[in-house]
C-alpha cells in the first residue's frame, strides 16, 4: 500500500510528489501520457520564477528529475476510477492495476479543446495541430494558421512565425486576449496577419487538408483560406468525469475543493488545473501541489 497515489505527473503533480516524499511518505504517480503534463507544449516559459527564459519541456524535466531523485515511484497508466474504502482508497487504471492508497492527490490537469466541426477529428495529426513546439517544424516554408487569441496561441504563433512561411492567427473576438508583450512581439512579425472576429466554419472536405472557411460573424461573409496546416489553441476542457463519484465538479467540470484543496472526500485531495481556480499557470499548479500533498501529508498523520 503507498501512503499517496498522485494522478498526473504535470507540474501540481510533480510538485505534490516532491512535497510528500520530503515528509517521507511513499508516492506512487501515474500519468497517461508521460512526464511534464501541458507544460511541455510551451516553447518559452518567461514567467516561472527562477527561470528568465526556459523551454516548457526543460522545466518540466527539471521538476521530473527533482522527484525521480527523491524516490517517488512513476507508472505511465490511466486512472479509470478511485474507490473511496473510508481509511483506504483504490485507485483503479485501464491496464487492470488497483493502487492501494490512503491518500490520493488528483492532478489531472486539463486537455485541449477542439473545434468541433466536421472533419476535425479526421485530420488531426495529418494537418491539425494543437502543438507547434512539437509539430511546428512539418510546416517550414508553409502556411499555417493558428487559431485562438490568449496566451498560450500567441506564443505558439511566434514559434510558427520563426519558421513558417505565412501564419494567420485567426481569433473569434474584435482582439486578442493574450498579453500585452506577445502581441506587441507578434504584431512585428512581418509573416503574421492577425484576423479578428472571425471563426473556422469548415474544414476543406479534400482527401487531404488544404484549408478552412472562415465566417465573419459581424457580416456573415465567407472566405476560404488555403493552408498546408492549421493549429488549435482555444482553451483547455478538463478530464474530470472519472472522479466525479468521490469529488464534486462545477458545471464546466473542474473539481470544487477549499483552501486545502481536499475535496468532498475525506483523503481525496486535488490539485492544479483539474480544480475550479481563476489562472491556471504553472506558478498556480505548483502552489495547489505543495498545499495539497501538505494536507494529504496530515490526514495520514491522523489516521
Ligand atoms: C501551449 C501552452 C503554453 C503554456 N505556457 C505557459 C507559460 O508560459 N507559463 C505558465 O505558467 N503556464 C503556461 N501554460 C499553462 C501550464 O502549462 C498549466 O497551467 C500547467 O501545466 C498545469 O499543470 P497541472 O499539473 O495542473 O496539469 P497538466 O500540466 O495538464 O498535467 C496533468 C497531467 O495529468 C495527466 N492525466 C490526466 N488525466 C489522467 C488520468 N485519468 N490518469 C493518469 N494521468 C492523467 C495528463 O496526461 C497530464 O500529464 C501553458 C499551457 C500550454 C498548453
Avoid: W
Avoid at 519541456?57 to 521538476?63: C, G, P, T
Avoid at 521530473?64 to 486512472?79: D, K, P, R
Avoid at 478511485?82 to 488528483?106: F, H, L, M, R
Wanted: aromatic content about 6%; proline content about 2%; overall charge negative.
Amino acid at each position: 500500500m503507498y501512503d499517496i497515489v498522485i494522478i498526473g505527473a504535470g507540474p501540481a503533480g510533480l510538485t505534490a510528489a516532491v512535497y510528500a516524499r520530503r515528509a517521507n511518505k511513499t508516492v506512487l504517480i501515474l500519468d497517461k501520457a508521460g512526464f511534464g503534463g501541458q507544460i511541455t507544449f510551451s516553447p518559452k516559459v518567461e514567467n516561472y520564477p527562477g527561470f528568465e527564459s526556459v523551454s516548457g519541456s526543460e522545466l518540466a524535466d527539471k521538476m521530473t528529475e527533482q522527484v525521480l531523485s527523491q524516490g517517488a515511484e512513476v507508472e505511465i497508466e490511466n486512472a479509470l476510477e478511485i474507490k473511496d474504502n473510508g481509511a483506504t482508497k483504490v485507485v483503479v487504471t485501464e491496464d487492470g492495476n488497483e493502487y492501494e492508497c490512503k491518500s490520493v492527490i488528483i492532478a489531472a490537469g486539463a486537455q485541449h479543446r477542439h473545434l468541433g466541426i466536421d472533419n476535425e477529428e479526421r485530420f488531426i495529426g495529418d494537418g491539425i495541430s494543437f502543438c507547434a513546439v512539437c509539430d511546428g517544424a512539418f510546416y517550414a516554408n508553409k502556411t499555417v494558421a493558428l487559431i485562438g487569441g490568449g496566451n498560450s496561441a500567441l506564443q505558439e504563433a511566434i514559434l510558427l512565425s520563426e519558421t513558417s512561411k505565412k501564419v494567420y492567427v485567426i481569433q473569434n473576438l474584435d482582439f486578442l486576449t493574450g498579453e500585452q508583450r506577445l502581441q506587441e512581439i507578434l504584431a512585428k512579425r512581418g509573416n503574421v496577419e492577425v484576423i479578428l472576429g472571425t471563426v473556422v466554419k469548415a474544414i476543406n472536405d479534400t482527401p487531404t487538408f488544404s484549408g478552412i472557411t472562415l465566417l465573419k460573424t459581424a457580416d456573415g461573409t465567407e472566405t476560404e483560406l488555403n493552408l498546408d496546416g492549421m493549429f488549435v489553441a482555444i482553451g483547455l476542457v478538463p478530464e474530470n468525469e472519472p472522479f466525479k463519484n468521490v469529488a464534486d465538479l462545477d458545471q464546466n467540470g473542474y473539481i470544487d475543493a477549499d483552501e486545502k484543496c481536499l475535496t468532498k472526500t475525506a483523503g481525496v485531495f486535488v490539485a492544479g488545473d483539474c480544480r475550479q481556480k481563476t489562472v491556471r499557470q504553472v506558478t498556480t499548479a505548483t502552489a495547489d501541489g505543495a498545499v495539497a500533498a501538505i494536507n494529504a501529508c496530515r490526514y495520514i498523520d491522523s489516521l
